[in-house]
């Protein structure tokens, strides 16, 4: 069965950094997009980033670019978010996510099209 696992999150200050990872297992990956979503206090869940399986060509919503890095190891079954110059906002339950296939471009930020979600790792930022 195909199993997420995030690990990274934590509390940081404004400014801060933080590396998330989300280690994938119990099935092949090399032919999926791994996405990371967040959901903050009351807000809904929003895509952040994206990586597609070639781990060549990513993807950010414009309030992370800049700040935020995706990216995936060599064998493709671990993705990684490095985040720095965090902000209050950025606080939120950080989820992983893979698609059964490679997702076109325009299929990114669709939730709907993830079939495999890791547990979440929660991100607080505050001083």
């Known amino acids: 069965q195909v199993q997420l696992v995030e690990s990274g999150g934590g509390l940081v200050q404004p400014g801060g950094s933080l590396r998330l990872s989300c280690t994938a297992s119990?099935?092949?990956?090399?032919?999926?997009?791994m996405a990371w979503f967040r959901q903050g206090p009351g807000k809904e869940r929003e895509f952040v980033s994206a990586?597609?399986?070639?781990?060549?060509?990513?993807y950010a919503t414009d309030v992370v670019k800049g700040r935020f890095t995706v990216s995936r190891n060599k064998d493709r079954n671990t993705g990684y978010l490095q985040m720095n110059s965090l902000e209050f906002e950025d606080t939120a339950v950080y989820y992983c996510a893979a698609s059964s296939g490679n997702l076109i471009t325009s299929s990114l930020r669709d939730a709907s099209k993830y079939d495999y979600w890791g547990q979440g790792t929660q991100v607080t930022v505050s001083s």
């Open positions: 990586v597609k399986s070639s781990g060549g060509t990513t």
């Open positions: 119990g099935g092949t990956f090399s032919t999926r997009t």
